[in-house]
């Protein structure tokens, strides 16, 4: 009896344990933390801390990898070089997503998507058009710099691509024909080629698909637990938004044609005080702005000289120098941006369109002309104010006035005054002159 109950506690024991390890096998596993950061525009000096910024706080909060959504045209190379360094020396796994669908991974985009440890695409979008094409009109770099230039620039470019392809596995031979073929090729024939290793029309599929997938972070094989992950949204600090927004040639010219009309106002009204600041603030941020594009330094030049011919408009009322003011103020815009800058890769034209750059240009002229009129009306206008604003005035006499002196009251005061001929109490003056404390005065004759 007791031989039998040992073994059916023995069993007992031995299903309890089977219990528990069945249990263990069958519970979920704890939920990943994912960071996520949005690249969309222009890639400039911005996007570029935003996004390095982006691989540290993931690597110091110990989330499970940094997911990343891409809309990009392109942009600045260095910019571009500073975020691949990031991705490449990264502790987390890094992972792009090009969506939603409509989206492009341009140019720049090119290098941002090869140097990720894994890449997908929504239905709909496009990778490519990384050739060096001096990104701002659509310009060859032969067309424009020669020869040799141009070999320089599409090699290192180039070596570029294939240098990051080969480094996370991915088809180098595509990443040297978008360089110099130009070629873009969709999402379905990027995953066929093996450029990206996923094609996915949601943020959320993107995930479940990368869940299990072993990537290589710093040599260390990393499985990736992503399905269902907590996500965590890194947004940009108030510094990089306002970088990122005042890098648009459009913006830089508004805010110089801004500049130019505060500081008109303030010269033609001395003392509004509000102006002047408006003017020199926006100038500042113009000045910034500028920083971070390819921008002529003769063309900031040409706005300069226009706003300054403007202003002289205001004091020489001629027309002639409104406008050649006008005529500046267009040519500097449509030569704001560097056409020939082989540091930015973009694949659409990056300029200030006539449509923005004739409006704005002739209404700041049509308010330095107004501010002329007016500053020409006001000194046509007697002087008010002092001895002279006297002359004129009417008023009536206190104490007989001779020319060995008398008593007048003028605007609302006592004067001493004097006249040519006797003048009795009482009545009427005018003012011909002052001399000091002394007005020589007529009588009104009624």
């Known amino acids: 009896m007791s031989g039998r109950a040992g073994q059916f506690l023995v069993l007992f024991a031995l299903g309890l344990l089977l219990l528990g390890q069945a ?4 519970e979920p596993p704890t939920s990943a933390t994912l960071s996520r950061c949005v690249l969309e525009g222009t890639v400039d000096a911005g996007t570029s801390a935003y996004l390095v910024e982006c691989v540290r706080r993931a690597q110091e ?3 499970q990898a940094l997911l990343i959504r891409l809309d990009t045209p392109g942009g600045e190379l260095e910019a571009t070089r500073a975020m691949v360094r990031a991705f490449l020396s990264a502790r987390v796994p890094v992972l792009v997503w090009v969506g939603p669908s409509g989206a492009r991974a341009g140019s720049a985009g090119v290098f941002i998507t090869l140097a990720s440890h894994l890449a997908g695409m929504a239905p709909g979008t496009h990778i490519g058009a990384a050739h060096p094409v001096v990104g701002l009109g659509g310009q060859d770099p032969e067309k424009v710099g020669g020869e040799e ?35 873009s090729v969709p999402a379905e024939k990027a995953l066929a080629l093996g450029v990206i290793e996923t094609v996915a029309p949601t943020e959320a599929s993107f995930l479940e698909q990368a869940q ?12 990736l637990h992503t399905a269902q992950a907590r996500i965590v949204d890194l947004d940009p600090t108030p510094s990089q938004r306002l970088l990122h927004a005042l890098a648009q040639p459009a913006v830089v010219y508004l805010l110089f044609l801004l ?6 106002v303030e010269f033609a009204h001395p003392g509004l005080f509000v102006p002047g600041l408006t003017g020199v603030v926006c100038l500042v941020l113009a000045l910034l702005a500028s920083a971070a594009l390819p921008v002529r330094a003769g063309a900031i030049v040409l706005l300069v000289l226009g ?8 004091f020489i009322t001629s027309g002639l120098l409104g406008a050649s003011g006008l005529l500046l103020l267009v040519l500097g815009g449509v030569f704001l941006v560097d056409r020939f800058d082989p540091g930015w890769f973009i694949d659409r034209p990056l300029q200030v369109p ?59 005061e006592r004067w001493s005054a004097r006249a040519s001929a006797d003048i009795p109490s009482g009545a009427p003056v005018v003012v011909r002159r002052v001399e000091g404390l ?8 009624t």
């Open 438 to 445: 002394t007005l020589y005065v007529d009588e009104v004759k």
């Open 354 to 412: 006539l449509r923005t750059v004739l409006p704005f240009a002739v209404l700041v002229a049509a308010a330095a002309v107004y501010l002329a009129r007016r500053a020409a009306e006001t000194r046509r206008v007697p002087q008010l104010a002092g001895d002279l604003g006297l002359v004129g005035e009417r008023g009536h006499v206190l104490e007989a006035v001779s020319a060995s002196g008398g008593e007048v009251f003028v605007h609302g």
């Open 259 to 264: 500049a130019g009309l505060g500081l008109a």
């Open 307 to 314: 706003v300054g011919l403007l202003v002289a408009e205001l």
């Open 212 to 223: 299990g997938r072993v990537v290589s972070v710093s040599g260390t094989p990393v499985t």
């Open 61 to 63: 909060a110990g989330h």
């Open 23 to 26: 249990s263990r096998a069958v």
């Open 149 to 183: 230039m141009a070999r320089k620039i599409e090699n290192d470019t180039a070596a570029f691509a294939e240098a990051i392809a080969r480094e996370r596995g991915r088809d180098a031979e595509w990443a040297i024909r978008a360089v110099r073929e130009s070629e």
